[in-house]
T-cell receptor, first 115, second 113 residues
Framework: AQSVTQLDSHVSVSEGTPVLLRCNYS??????LFWYVQHPNKGLQLLLK??????LVKGINGFEAEFKKSETSFHLTKPSAHMSDAAEYFC?????????????FGTGTRLTIIP | ETGVTQSPTHLIKTRGQQVTLRCSSQ?????VSWYQQALGQGPQFIFQ???????GRGNFPPRFSGLQFPNYSSELNVNALELDDSALYLC????????????FGPGTRLTVT
């Protein structure tokens, strides 16, 4: 069965320092993976998506993620954190089953930015 | 381009009651998916509607039901509300029965007392 595991429930970084949010996946074949962000009292926004075209995926707001098959990981990074990055981040895998598709979300990582 | 909208924003219901939540899909999208997000957890897939028919369902009991209308808007109905139904309900729209690129609405916060 396909699934994702977010390794940290809470990450705190200082403004201007790098961000690393970790996600491991479980899949018997090459998965479609996503990162979504959820700001307080707002809906989910797609940050980036991986579909096997390129292992390094660039998203919005300076975020990027690298698909590493050997490590079954899809970690989200950003070189320099901004206060506006404070939010909940979800690693997501797309599951296809007899033509039906659904997104399965990880448990989330809350990112706190320290001024 | 019109984004995904949901109504109401918040509502409070009593255990045992029934509730209907509404979602208008993004312009040009014919597929709507519903998710339940309990406090402190990730969203969980309830079901998806495509061309007015259910197109996949998660592990939710039959008292969770839905509809999709010819204009692709959708309703989520929950009967016999339980306290554990308290959550943020999100809908997302996409195209052609796919979940690949979904656009989410702001959600409806349901509180069951």
């Amino acid at each position: 069965a396909q699934s994702v595991t977010q390794l940290d429930s809470h990450v705190s970084v200082s403004e201007g320092t790098p961000v690393l949010l970790r996600c491991n996946y479980s899949s018997s074949y090459s998965p479609s993976l996503f990162w979504y962000v959820q700001h307080p009292n707002k809906g989910l926004q797609l940050l980036l998506k991986y579909t096997s075209a390129a292992t390094l995926v660039k998203g919005i707001n300076g975020f990027e993620a690298e698909f590493k098959k050997s490590e079954t990981s899809f970690h989200l990074t950003k070189p320099s954190a901004h206060m506006s990055d404070a939010a909940e981040y979800f690693c997501v895998v797309l599951i296809s089953n007899f033509g039906n598709e659904k997104l399965t979300f990880g448990t989330g990582t809350r990112l706190t930015i320290i001024p | 381009e019109t984004g995904v909208t949901q109504s109401p924003t918040h509502l409070i219901k009593t255990r045992g009651q029934q509730v209907t939540l509404r979602c208008s899909s993004q312009s040009g999208h014919n597929t709507v998916s519903w998710y339940q997000q309990a406090l402190g957890q990730g969203p969980q897939f309830i079901f998806q509607y495509y061309r007015e028919e259910e197109n996949g369902r998660g592990n939710f009991p039959p008292r969770f039901s839905g509809l999709q209308f010819p204009n692709y808007s959708s309703e989520l109905n929950v009967n016999a509300l339980e306290l554990d139904d308290s959550a943020l309900y999100l809908c997302a729209s996409s195209t052609s029965g796919s979940s690949y690129e979904q656009y989410f609405g702001p959600g409806t916060r349901l509180t069951v007392t």
